[in-house]
């Protein structure tokens, strides 16, 4: 089966800094990678996703870039505020009708410093 | 728009009695998940449904296990007996799925269980 491995397990910046956070996946045949940021006592929420006929995807402070030669994925947060910080997971799963098969890396905490 | 809503928030029962955990998903989503959240495993998939059909459930972790979705609307994962390993956060989530691609996938707040 797949298998996702995320670094770092902990990231701490300060504000206005950059967060960078890898993942590397297993499947060749995977081809959806969504990120979710989770606060504490909430449930994830989706933040952006990418897939594999899309080598990078932006939405404001927040991209996402994947090379499926390589097999690894990263989540990119540009001028990081406070309310950034949470556990971030990365995901992947085959698409079609297992897209929703998801498995998750095993989480970044993220400390954003004012 | 609620969201995927789940219950009991929180539930603590002693060992050997029956959980059941309930969810709603978004009205009009097609497919349901659940999920289990543990320190030692992550979060894990447990079952998935499409229109109220079981598509996969080699994520069930035994026999004590077991999830239905009798209607559009309504899903129940129930543990029976619990055990102290059970104890993680149940996640229940939905999505529309679209053609043979899927869509955002949308997770409840989950339900903490603490078994005794």
């Known amino acids: 089966g797949e298998n996702v491995e995320q670094h770092p397990s902990t990231l701490s910046v300060q504000e206005g800094d950059s967060a960078v956070i890898k993942c590397t996946y297993s499947?060749?045949?995977?081809?959806?990678f969504p990120w979710y940021k989770q606060e504490l006592g909430k449930g994830p929420q989706l933040i952006i996703d990418?897939?594999?006929?899309?080598g990078e995807k932006k939405d404001q402070r927040i991209a996402v870039t994947l090379n499926k030669t390589a097999k690894h994925f990263s989540l990119h947060i540009t001028e990081t505020q406070p309310e950034d910080s949470a556990v971030y997971f990365c995901?992947?799963?085959?698409?079609?009708?297992?897209?929703?098969?998801?498995?998750f890396g095993q989480g970044t905490i993220l400390t954003v410093h004012p | 728009d609620a969201g995927v809503i789940q219950s009991p928030r929180h539930e603590v029962t002693e060992m050997g009695q029956e959980v059941t955990l309930r969810c709603k998903p978004i009205?009009?989503?097609?497919?349901l998940f659940w999920y289990r959240q543990t320190m030692m495993r992550g979060l894990e998939l447990l079952i998935y449904f499409n229109n109220n059909v079981p598509i996969d459930d080699s994520g069930m972790p035994e026999d004590r296990f077991s999830a239905k979705m009798p209607n559009a609307s309504f899903s129940t994962l129930k543990i029976q007996p619990s055990e102290p390993r059970d104890s993680a956060v149940y996640f229940c989530?939905?999505?529309?799925?679209?053609?043979?691609?899927?869509?955002?996938?949308?997770f409840g707040e989950g339900s903490w269980l603490t078994v005794v």
């Open positions: 499947d060749s045949a995977s081809n959806y």
């Open positions: 989530a939905s999505s529309l799925q679209v053609g043979t691609d899927g869509n955002t996938i949308y």
């Open positions: 995901a992947a799963s085959r698409g079609g009708t297992s897209y929703g098969k998801l498995t």
């Open positions: 009205s009009g989503h097609n497919s």
């Open positions: 990418i897939r594999s006929n899309v």
